[in-house]
């Protein structure tokens, strides 16, 4: 068996495998093949290929051009287009505490991988395709860069590309069983991968155009043979490239097998020429566990050779395509977008114009046999505006002008225009059209129920955001394993660096598990913009309080507004005013940093005026205790006065009893004791006051 036919089921040849998986993809053309050819339709309504050969011809016939006036394409714009400017947010949240740091250096990488593959405009077509013809496809898979390292890609691919089981309806393709996918390879390219088929390949290669031109066709033309269009016959080189209709098909099949459990390589299907799974089994890092699951296999193959056959080499084990869907028949569960019922009404649209400028250039005439001589003459008269008509006299001729037909045909086009807008959810309001609603709440009411209409196509596209994120998740842990520096691309024009798998625990990539969030924004463009008003009037107010909170009020408006360069807006007023950007890190840094100061400033001001007035109290206090002993110097020299005047008193009694003629000169002293000591009291206090 060749190297790179590997793992096949139930010990089938590579003969019995391409005869099965032919077998399926035949079978699922043949089943969906009036399904493509309505979706291609749809498509080409949008591009304005809206008239059937016969209906030309009738056109034509009469002298007129097939005018398209296409009412689909700005209704489907204006979706398409909201779809840009609001494009969802994502996140990584980790699946244990000690996952933390290492989930915000996954959601950097899932940004990388977004920034270099330029995912938002790949996942804008896929949702293009879905709102045209009702599936869209996106791949998320490993390749190889020019100097033989595996990188991840995220691309979108051609509806017409793939063929997907039709018995599943699940957007997720949970219940799908295989899906394929059909390219046109230049011969030396596919040499380059497969240069052991060198010769069944250069057998089965032919121009490059003409197998080109035969696969478009097998896609939407109603005269292509889906059954025989494998069939690739030989052409001369006719000095074109050498190209092979190779397909590529995904497909799950239920087996047991075995599966590592435990260690870096847990929930990996075991293969035993894998040396990492050989030493996990030896060094113990690992044990063999039987599980029964469905498989995911991979087989890349031409119509006689069978290039490719093996397991998937992700760990995810799912398909590596993402599908968009916007409806689904309910009989026969295939998808359609929101051109399909739009067709009826607008090639009754071009109908009814192309009768009014049919008419409103006509003329009729009504006349009696031989009024004129010259009918051919008079076809050429009536048709010019400043006609001339000779008629027989007595005859009765009279031109009759069709301008009031006209006008019906435009009345109901119109009623063809306004019906294309309802059903499409995109009203007038939305378009910015004048209609008959004239208050403001009128207006908003129909643009949100515009808006409401078209909300399944946005979730189901956030649905397949959601697939592509936990896809491209899985291949950074299996595959970006090597020490590498990054550099992720900043909103605000900053750019960050970043060291993965350098040693330390929070960049090891794939020592940890991780899940993919979408963090979808939870206003409408009419919601969006009336709050984006509010906060605008709100933010002077608020600035008057605090500046910062002001401008901070002021940038989110601008976010939630659809004005172009809002955060630059932002920025210049930042600067105007002196006010650091708090998304900026080093903004931020010198913001955290004036902060401090400023903090440092106010307690060193507060110890300031606390020391002030606690001098202050100090001072009062002495000046009290000051005052206090004054006064009771004072007192104490009263008392001391006092003091004198008694022993002068009793010296004068022992006089009197050593001298009894002065007892009654005793007596009188004694009975005025009182107030001779307040007499003196007094004059004390007089004494001191008049000494002070």
Not at 117 to 127: H, P, T
Not at 440 to 467: C, L, P, Y
Not at 500 to 515: L, Q, S, Y
Request: proline share 3%; with cysteine.
């Amino acid at each position: 068996m060749n190297a790179t036919i590997r793992d096949l089921i139930n010990g089938e040849t590579a003969e019995d495998c391409l005869d099965r998986l032919l077998g399926w993809y035949e079978r699922e053309v043949s089943r969906q093949y009036d399904s493509r050819l309505e979706r291609a339709k749809d498509a080409d309504f949008f591009d304005g290929e809206q008239f059937d050969a016969k209906t030309k011809a009738e056109l034509e016939g009469r002298g007129q051009s097939a005018l398209v006036f296409n009412d689909i394409k700005p209704a489907i714009l204006w979706i398409l287009g909201n779809e840009r400017r609001n494009r969802n947010e994502w996140d990584v949240k980790p699946r244990s505490e000690d996952d933390v740091q290492p989930a915000l250096t996954k959601a950097k990488l899932i940004k990388y991988i977004d920034d270099i593959n330029n995912a938002r405009f790949e996942r804008s077509e896929a949702f293009a395709a879905a709102t045209k013809t009702g599936e869209g496809w996106t791949q998320v898979y490993i390749a190889n860069d020019e100097w033989g390292d595996p990188e991840i890609r995220f691309r979108h691919v051609d509806w017409r590309e793939v063929l997907a089981d039709s018995s599943g309806i699940r957007q997720d393709c949970q219940d799908v069983g295989f899906i394929f996918r059909t390219k046109i390879v230049p011969l030396n390219e596919l040499l380059s991968h497969f240069p052991d088929y060198e010769d069944d390949l250069t057998d089965q290669s032919v121009d490059e155009e003409q197998l080109v031109s035969e696969h478009r066709e097998s896609a939407y033309s109603a005269n292509a043979d889906f059954g025989g269009s494998l069939s690739l016959h030989k052409f001369s080189w006719l000095n074109g490239r050498r190209a092979v209709r190779v397909i590529e098909c995904w497909y799950r099949n239920h087996e047991r097998v075995d599966v590592l459990r435990d260690g870096p390589l847990d929930r990996t299907v075991f293969d035993k020429d894998d040396p990492e799974h050989q030493a996990a089994l030896q060094a113990g890092q690992s044990y063999l566990a039987k599980v029964n699951r469905r498989q995911m296999y991979c087989a890349i193959f031409t119509q006689d050779t069978l290039l490719w056959h093996s397991r998937s080499p992700y760990r995810h084990n799912d398909f590596p395509y993402v599908r968009r869907t916007v409806f689904r028949d309910d009989r026969s569960k295939n998808p359609y977008g929101l051109i399909r019922d739009l067709r009826d009404p607008q090639s009754d649209l071009n109908h009814r114009r192309n009768k009014a400028l049919f008419l409103a250039s006509t003329r009729r005439v009504v006349m009696d046999e031989g009024a004129v001589k010259d009918i051919k003459k008079l076809e050429a008269e009536v048709a010019r505006p400043d006609a001339i008509i000779e008629k027989q006299r007595g005859a009765a001729f009279e031109v009759i002008e069709n301008l009031s037909m006209a006008a019906s045909q435009l009345d109901m086009a119109n009623q063809d225009s306004a019906y294309i807008r309802q059903i499409s959810g995109v009203t007038g309001e939305n378009q910015g059209l004048p209609t008959n609603a004239t208050s403001g709440i009128a207006i908003q009411a129909r643009a949100e129920q515009g808006t409401i209409i078209t909300t399944m196509v946005f979730d189901n596209s956030s649905s397949a955001h959601q697939k592509e994120g936990e896809l491209v998740l899985s291949l950074i842990e299996q595959f970006m394993t090597q020490q590498q520096q990054i550099r992720i691309a900043g909103e605000r024009g900053k750019d960050e660096f970043m060291q993965i798998n350098d040693g330390r625990p929070e960049t090891d990539i794939t020592a940890t598990k991780a899940d993919f969030v979408i963090s979808e924004r939870k206003y409408q463009a009419t919601l969006r913009q009336a709050l984006s008003e509010q906060l605008i009037q709100s933010a002077g107010q608020i600035a008057s309080l605090s500046p910062q909170a002001g401008l901070a009020a002021l940038e989110m408006a601008l976010e939630l507004s659809d004005l172009p360069n809002g955060m630059e807006m932002a920025k210049r007023i930042r600067e105007a005013s002196g006010i650091p950007d708090p998304h900026d890190p080093e903004s931020a840094k010198a913001m955290q940093e004036q902060q401090a100061q400023q903090a440092q400033l106010q307690q060193q001001q507060m110890q300031l005026e606390l020391q002030g007035k606690q001098a202050e109290i100090a001072e009062k206090q002495a000046r009290a205790e000051a005052a206090k002993a004054q006064a009771e110097h004072v007192e104490a020299q009263a008392i001391e006065r006092k003091t004198a005047a008694i022993g002068q008193a009793i010296a004068t009694a022992q006089l009197v009893e050593a001298n009894p003629h002065l007892a009654q000169t005793a007596d009188d002293l004694l009975q005025n004791m009182d107030q001779i000591l307040n007499t003196e009291t007094d004059e004390g206090r007089s004494q001191g006051e008049s000494d002070e």
